[in-house]
């Protein structure tokens, strides 16, 4: 009984991890004009794992400047006119950890960032308890999976978004061009068949 009911709350932490993880790589940004904003995520001790996946959906070039800041303020990660990056990195120390989007080198245009940041191991002991059972690990590594799949989904969502926009907006280009194009070519053939028409004009003499 004891080892069912075990298992019943390890299933329920498996659920519960799953909807968190469909709501975390869900998350999305506007990023002001000249401006940034950052996340703040919390690392238990030094040398945790981070993570970041960002993507810019929408607006201009489709790039933004990145920075992920220690909690003394020293960059851990940085990179400049980016459109989509995954990060890995060991933190250096324990505390707060800033992930910072800047749209500083737009000044009218607005940008969507998708993104998913996350810092720690599911699989590390938590402070000093007993290892996990072979069980306990095998269904832990089963829920770091489903994390990662979900976060390829979102990667997979996101770059579909971004090229059917593209390719929608292509499109649009192209028609207005043609319908452009179409109008100029009346235009000219009209002007040419009353040019035409004024120099053949025969002139009467009352």
């Known amino acids: 009984m004891a080892m069912a009911a075990r298992l019943l709350a390890l299933l329920w932490y498996v659920h519960a991890a799953a909807c968190a993880s469909s709501l975390a790589t869900a998350l999305t ?68 950890y800033q992930f910072c989007f800047s749209n500083k080198m737009s000044t009218r245009t607005q940008k969507t960032v998708a993104f998913d940041i996350a810092i720690g191991d599911p699989t590390d002991d938590d402070e000093g308890k007993a290892p996990h059972d072979a069980i306990e690990k095998s269904i832990i590594r089963l829920t770091e999976g489903l994390n990662e799949v979900k976060m390829e989904q979102m990667y997979v969502a996101t770059r579909e978004r971004i090229h059917r926009k593209t390719a929608e907006s292509t499109a649009s280009r192209v028609f207005w061009s043609s319908v452009l194009e179409a109008a100029m070519l009346l235009t000219m053939g009209g002007c040419q068949i009353y040019y035409l028409r004024k120099q053949f004009e025969t002139k009467r003499y009352v």
């Not at 794992?49 to 929408?58: I, K, M, S």
């Not at 920075?67 to 060991?90: M, R």
């Open 29 to 96: 940004v506007k990023v002001p004009a000249n401006d940034g904003v950052c996340f703040y995520e919390k690392a238990r001790m030094e040398g945790e794992r981070g993570y970041l996946h960002f993507q810019v959906a929408t607006g201009g070039r489709q790039d933004v400047d990145v920075e992920i800041l220690a909690p003394d303020g020293e960059s851990v990660w940085d990179g400049s006119v980016l459109t989509e990056e995954k990060v890995l990195f060991n933190a250096p120390m324990e505390g707060v």
